[in-house]
């Protein structure tokens, strides 16, 4: 009977079938690959479950089936399995196709995801030689490095550090060899201006686009500092609001509004005096900015850079407005003053405030991007107790938007740069507050800092191949 279950198991493994290794599993109890006395027969077809097990856990990586994956790791007890993830098989070879597959498709920050899980289920773990643990020993002394992994993927193990020096970079060096290889890219104009210019790859992350947003470097925090210097001394006595000592100025071909206040604040974190891994928030580019009205954030890098960001796209779905939210209560008491300032009937602004107090939970959060459900809502309201509402619909939206109207970008900097000023939050948690869609600007800065890494080992590493492979074709 047992034989007949081993058999069952195997060929539902092989088929790859998580509900169908779910059922086959779960009519075995929990202790009979532990208790019972196994014919040598019976050892093999165990050794041939093992196997098995180890290579579906292989395919469902390869095909991104990380649910799955997850799932049938959960099942070793059951099969008596102690997992060793060193027996799934080419478990390097796939993360290497993952990752160009996310680089073809251009998705390059499906990485991170990618990483994070092979990083969360010890998926690196290899043994080490002696050279590899003195390399490794070298590596973790990289202190921004270490910090950037620990903020990206959690837990740095020397499995992670030893992967993102050595391992990732040895892949993009293969990705490089294969795209080369390719007759349509043996052009020597091409290669000459692209593949093997390394001026062109060490640079690349100086102006590129990610997730709808714009980056681009525009110069070393040093060299920002002393304009900034230059500039405050000189207009210290004549500067435009005096609490938060706002001030402009040019830098990178473009026109800079910076608070005083920020910088002699956060000055030794801005420099770098006090090592940390911050990114800290410098100005609002007011004109010759990347954005599509001439706009961008500034925010200095552990690396001593200053780095600009602003969305591709038009600024009110750029940024999510953190300081412009209110609870239901916050959001109905101004709801009432702006109707009431629109001569709307009062008996009628009680039903309306009312109505929206028993359909707003009380702790829900109101913003920009609820207003035309809270209008629709009233809309639906209205059309029950009214036969003729198209003016007073009108003028409780324009109440609405008066309330939950985006903030200007400018506006958005001073509020932010006050609360830095009052201690509300942190210079370096600005980055954190400014997003499009799901992804802020820390999330690409730090993203940012861990591919100028393996840009970094990249060259360190395989530049003689490059140039030797580049002259062939020259």
């Known amino acids: 009977m047992l034989t007949e279950q081993f058999v069952e198991i195997i060929e539902s493994l092989k088929s790859g079938d998580l509900f169908k290794i779910k059922q086959c599993i779960d009519q075995i109890s929990e202790d009979n690959f532990s208790s019972l006395s196994y014919s040598s027969s019976d050892k093999r077809f165990k050794e041939t479950i093992e196997k098995n097990y180890y290579i579906t856990l292989s395919k469902l990586l390869a095909s991104e089936k990380f649910e799955d994956f997850k799932q049938l790791l959960n099942y070793s007890d059951k099969l008596g399995i102690f997992i060793d993830v060193k027996r799934i098989p080419f478990r390097f070879e796939i993360i290497s196709d993952l990752h160009l597959n996310c680089i073809q498709s251009g998705q390059s920050g499906n990485i991170f995801d990618i990483i994070k899980f092979y990083n969360d289920y010890d998926l690196f773990d290899r043994t080490f030689t002696k050279e590899e643990l003195e390399l490794i020993k070298n590596i973790k002394k990289d202190k921004i490095l270490i910090a950037n992994l620990n903020y990206l993927f959690g837990k740095v193990t020397d499995s992670l550090n030893f992967y993102s020096c050595k391992i990732m970079p040895y892949d993009l060096y293969l990705i490089f060899l294969n795209n080369s290889s390719s007759s349509a890219l043996l052009d020597a104009n091409f290669i000459s201006r692209n593949y093997f210019n390394l001026s062109f790859l060490l640079k690349y992350f100086d102006r590129y686009s990610m997730y709808g947003l714009s980056i681009e470097k525009l110069g070393d925090i040093k060299s920002f500092i002393e304009v900034f210097e230059k500039k405050y001394l000189a207009a210290r006595n004549n500067i435009d609001n005096k609490d938060l000592k706002l001030i402009e100025f040019n830098y990178g071909k473009k026109t800079h509004l910076v608070s005083v206040n920020n910088i002699l604040k956060n000055y030794d974190k801005i420099l770098g005096k006090k090592g940390g891994y911050n990114f800290c928030s410098l100005s ?86 609820k207003k035309d459900l809270i209008l629709k809502q009233i809309d639906s309201f209205l059309s029950k107790n009214l036969q003729s509402y198209d003016d007073l619909i009108k003028k409780i939206s324009n109440a609405i938007k008066v309330i939950l109207r985006p903030i200007k970008m400018k506006d958005q900097f001073k509020t932010r740069m006050y609360l830095v000023d009052e201690n509300k939050i942190r210079s370096e948690d600005i980055a954190k507050l400014t997003s499009l869609k799901d992804k802020s600007h820390y999330d690409v800065l730090r993203e940012r800092c861990f591919f100028q890494n393996e840009i970094k080992w990249f060259f360190q590493d395989y530049a003689n191949e490059i140039l030797k492979f580049g002259e062939e074709f020259l």
């Open 284 to 369: 609002m580019v007011l004109l010759g900015g990347i954005g599509p009205q001439g706009h961008g954030f500034t925010y200095s890098t552990p690396k001593g850079e200053v780095v600009e960001i602003c969305s591709d796209i038009k600024e009110n779905e750029a940024i999510i407005i953190k300081y412009k939210e209110f609870l239901r209560e916050q959001f109905l008491i101004r709801l009432r003053k702006e109707m009431t300032y629109k001569n709307i009937d009062s008996v009628l602004i009680q039903k309306i405030i009312d109505y929206l107090l028993e359909i707003i939970n009380k702790k829900e959060i109101i913003n920009y991007y």
